[in-house]
Structure formats: structure tokens, C-alpha cells
């Protein structure tokens, strides 16, 4: 069975997932493509090589007959509102994160895929399909390093848009370490606290968002007693590097350096670093759309990050804002979760 995609939101995280679908993913075929900025949709659908209908907008695409399933991949404040239009549809809907941007709207979310009865909606926490912690979560899982009690969690970027601001260091950037997290540690995260050290200079003074504080270091609370120490650094400039250990009673298990090859020379040993997620995860997002596609198809229930995820992910967000920004550790509670999640 082909699975016929539309896809909301034809920007550079669109134009990748429409090329991995029509060129990568078995089984799938974009039909539909839509964007705020029409202009930026029809060029985009002009340059596949056969026909794709150009919709005004989410809604009517939606809509569409020829649409099967759904990618969502638009501005964040907007997720929701298609999200909960595809459920109204009955269409599978792939949703790059945010879910949505308030817990509010990711409840409604739930409540409304708990009516239809079925899991409908997939979040686009690209780490659960990445090799590396996919072999960690799998050492865990054989009980080769006992019991978890301890993960070390780094997220660097050599640099971020002049916009960003300390907020965004925890709902865009830590946000993925928060769910690989729950998802290695099989547990719930229970509370949070943030620290911002000395600020990096790369940091100060940088238009809108001023003097950045960066980086910050997040102690985070499960609900199996292990213990998250997450790292954000987002103007260390040496590269893109993701970092990951998980301490357990009997050892550890950590994701290994990016490079293919280790180069000597001149007195030193080296490892290549990524220059940024693209080339990072690249090769987790062709399995994340791959298996959706394959699962979609085969009408098997969905197995990746969950509406719930999306929820219990922006939970942890709203917690640590409110912990940045009060200077005290803040619990996270979540509601009680629907057993079409469990």
C-alpha cells in the first residue's frame, strides 16, 4: 500500500521530510504540500518530479481525498490546531515538536485521540530512532549495566540565531533531552532544577536576547529515583555534540564520539564533530519517517513518541522555565495517563 502525505509547512525541516519521502521512505508518496507563504509551496512542489496538488492552507488539506496522512511540519503556535483537525479527519498525523506550545492544547489533543479510540498522532522526537541511543536503550534493557541510577545528558551547538533567548535553551533545545530521557530511563520525570553558570562570552550582548545566559545545567528528578544532569551549551562553537552516559549499579553505557575516523598528527589525536543536527541525526530521521510510514501502512498500532510524550515533554518545559526564571526546584505534575498510552 502507498501512503498518500500531505505536508503542512514547506520551510527547511519540510523540504528535508518531503525529499525523504518521495526519495528515501518505501511506500510513500507526497500528494499535497501547503505554507503560510503559498509562493514558497509552489516552488517547492514544482521541483518534484510529479504531481502535487498546492492547498491554501492545513485545513484543506486535510480534507483532501488524496491525503491519507499527514506531516506537520509547520510554525509551532500553529501544531495543534492541525493536529487536532487530522483526528477529526481519522488521519495519522507525524508531528515535528512541539506537539503543541501549552499543555492545554496538547490535553486537548489527548482527549480528542482517546475519543477516536486509537492512536493517531506521532511526535518527531528523532533521538529514539538514532543507532547510538538505540543501543544504549537496548544495554540497558539486557541488564548489562544494572539498574539506572545516573544520566548525563550534553546538547551543544556552536552557535544560535541572535533571537534566541535562555527560555528557548529548555522548550527547543533540552526539550529532546527530556524525552530521550524518560524514554532510555523508562520513568517519568518528577521535578527540576536550573543553574546557570558564568555565561559563555559568545553570549553577551547579543541583540534581541541581550546577554544570553549560557550555558545551564539542569538537575531533574525521575519517578524510579535516577537522577538527569542535562547540559545545554549553545555557543561553544567547536561543533554540534550530542553527549550521553547512563551510570547504572554494575556500569555504564555512553554514546560513542561521531567521527569515522580518528586522525593523528601533529602530537594530537582528533575526532570529526558534527557542524549541526542535519548532518547529526540525518540518518534518525530516514528510520523516525521510514517506520511511521511502514506502521501507517500496515494499519499496526503506532510505536513511537505518543501524544503523552508530548505532553508529559512540554510539562518538563513549563517546569523548567519556571525553575530558570524563579531560581527554585519546580515539580512536574502530570495527569493521571489514559490507558491508550500505557
Known amino acids: 500500500m502507498t501512503v498518500r502525505i500531505g505536508v503542512i509547512g514547506t520551510g527547511m525541516i519540510g523540504q528535508q521530510h518531503i525529499h525523504r519521502l518521495d526519495t528515501l521512505v518505501p511506500g510513500a508518496a507526497v500528494t499535497a504540500v501547503t505554507d503560510h507563504d503559498g509562493e514558497v509551496a509552489a516552488r517547492v512542489a514544482d521541483g518534484l518530479d510529479h504531481d502535487v496538488t498546492v492547498h491554501p ?80 536503550k537496548q544495554t540497558i534493557a539486557d541488564g548489562a549495566i544494572g539498574a539506572p541510577l545516573v544520566f548525563y545528558s550534553g546538547h551543544r551547538n556552536p552557535d544560535v540565531p541572535a533571537a534566541y533567548t535562555r527560555e528557548m535553551a529548555i522548550v527547543d533545545t533540552a526539550v ?68 550521553g552516559e547512563v551510570v547504572g549499579e554494575d556500569g555504564t553505557v555512553s554514546l560513542a564520539d561521531r567521527g569515522l575516523v580518528q586522525v593523528r598528527t601533529a602530537g594530537t589525536a582528533a575526532v570529526g564533530v558534527p557542524g549541526d543536527f542535519a548532518s547529526r541525526f540525518h540518518a534518525a530521521f530516514d528510520v523516525e ?54
Request: glycine share 8%.
Open 57 to 136: 492552507d492545513g485545513f484543506a488539506l486535510i480534507k483532501d481525498p488524496e491525503v491519507d496522512a499527514v506531516v506537520v511540519t509547520s510554525w509551532g503556535p500553529t501544531h495543534a490546531e492541525f493536529v487536532l483537525a487530522a483526528i477529526g479527519e481519522g488521519k495519522h498525523v507525524f508531528c515535528e515538536k512541539p506537539l503543541a506550545t501549552t499543555q492545554e492544547d496538547t490535553l486537548r489533543i489527548i482527549e480528542a485521540e482517546v475519543a477516536h479510540g486509537s492512536r493517531l498522532v506521532q511526535v518527531g522526537f528523532m533521538r529514539r530512532y538514532d543507532a547510538a541511543y538505540r543501543a544504549m
Open 176 to 243: 529532546h533531552d527530556f524525552d530521550v530521557a524518560r524514554w532510555l530511563l523508562d520513568a517519568e520525570i518528577t521535578a527540576i532544577s536550573v543553574i546557570a553558570p558564568r555565561s559563555n562570552r559568545h553570549g553577551l550582548g547579543r541583540g534581541e536576547a541581550e546577554d544570553l545566559q549560557d550555558p545551564l545545567l539542569m538537575t531533574i528528578e525521575t519517578s524510579t529515583g535516577a537522577v538527569i544532569c542535562c547540559e545545554t551549551s549553545v555557543n561553544i562553537r567547536y561543533g554540534y555534540d550530542i553527549r
Open 289 to 342: 519517517l521510514t517506520e511511521w510510514v511502514a506502521e501507517v501502512a500496515a494499519g499496526s498500532p503506532l510505536s513511537g513518541p505518543s501524544s503523552w510524550d508530548g505532553y508529559a515533554s512540554a510539562a518538563v518545559c513549563d517546569a523548567g522555565v519556571e525553575a530558570l526564571q524563579q531560581g527554585r526546584r519546580v515539580s512536574v505534575d502530570l495527569v493521571e495517563q489514559p490507558a491508550l498510552y500505557r
